[in-house]
Structure formats: structure tokens, C-alpha cells
DNA sequence: GCCAACGTTGGC
DNA sequence: GCCAACGTTGGC
């Protein structure tokens, strides 16, 4: 069965383009206990998953991609000269995990105030006040809805 | 740049 | 285990 996710990247930190050129990328940097559970508990070889662009005007989908690499530690947690180290992780409890994805498909940007006038979409964990999660549900409902809104029609 | 919302930390 | 203080996220 394939899930359904949003992932969310900071354009000038990761970006949906910067992933079109590297053909797939590991999903470091993940430091929000619920992030991490989804990936390392929930996500599947072959999930589907809206690119976000946070954190920038306006924020938007970007793109489709899949997970090709199920959850595995993330080593950046043991890397002293990353900022994303955590001298809490080791080998034998490396703490963080991370998931490979790569694009599947390019959309028509999907703004998120769109998103947010789509009533159909009413309810998608995304658009709640306050939801910070930077890895969360979409329901297949909602994600062919948005898919449909950036040009693609089944995905 | 502001700040609301939320997660984490650590003293007690 | 509670909760105040603090740090971060991310829309606006």
C-alpha cells in the first residue's frame, strides 16, 4: 500500500531543483521526534510525497517525489563538523533517522495561499495554525487534489 | 523583523 | 511528573 507525505525544505537550505539535479537525496537534518517516527515508523519504499517549500515567499509545492531508501541513521548526528550533530547519538543508538527520496514528477508551483482557498482541502494537516511538522500525512484524497491543482492528473 | 505556536530542557 | 524558561519554526 502506498502512504501519502509532505515534506517540508527551506528553498535556500534544500531545494526541489537542487533535488532534480542530484536524482535523489537523503533526507538529513530531521531533529523533531514525531518527524522521525514517521519516517522511521510509517514511511515505505515507493510513498509518494509533496516537496514543500517553506519559509519563503510565497511557500509552495514544488514537486512530487518517492521515497527510494527506507529509514536508516542519519549520520550527520554523528558528525562533529555538522550542524546537525548530536553528541547524544552513537553507533549503537544513532537517535535520528533519515529517508532517500527522489523526483518523480515537476508540478506547477501550488501556492500556499491556493492551497488554503481550496476548500476541498480543508482539514490537511498543512494548512492548521501552528503546524510546524516538517514531515507530515497527506491523505490520497487531498494529495491527488493537489497533484490535479500543480497540472498532474493521476499519480 | 515580528511573533504565535509548539517542542525541548531541566530544576524542583 | 510538573511546568517555567527557552529555542525553533515558519507564516505573515
Not at 515534506?7 to 535523489?24: I, N, R, T
Not at 530531521?30 to 517516527?37: E, F, G, I, K, L
Not at 527522489?102 to 490537511?124: C, F, H, K, Q, Y
Request: net charge neutral; proline share 6%; charged share 25%.
Amino acid at each position: 500500500m502506498v502512504n501519502y507525505w509532505l515534506m517540508k525544505s527551506e528553498p535556500h537550505v534544500y531545494s526541489w531543483a537542487q533535488l532534480v539535479k542530484d536524482g535523489s537525496t537523503h533526507w538529513d537534518g530531521v531533529r523533531n521526534y514525531q518527524a522521525r517516527n514517521i519516517m522511521r515508523d510509517e514511511m515505505a519504499l515507493g510513498d509518494k510525497v509533496l516537496f514543500y517549500h517553506s519559509n519563503c515567499k510565497p511557500p509552495h509545492v514544488a514537486g512530487i517525489a518517492r521515497v527510494c531508501r527506507e529509514a536508516y541513521p542519519d549520520f550527520t548526528a554523528q558528525d562533529i563538523y555538522s550542524k546537525y550533530f548530536d553528541p547524544r547519538a552513537s553507533p549503537d543508538n544513532p537517535r535520528w533517522m533519515m529517508v532517500d527520496i527522489e523526483p518523480v514528477s515537476e508540478l506547477e508551483t501550488i501556492r500556499l495561499p491556493d492551497l488554503r482557498a481550496n476548500g476541498a482541502l480543508d482539514g490537511m494537516p498543512l494548512l492548521r495554525k501552528g503546524q510546524r511538522l516538517s514531515v507530515q500525512s497527506v491523505s490520497e484524497e487531498h494529495f491527488q487534489i493537489v497533484c490535479a491543482m500543480g497540472g498532474i492528473s493521476k499519480i
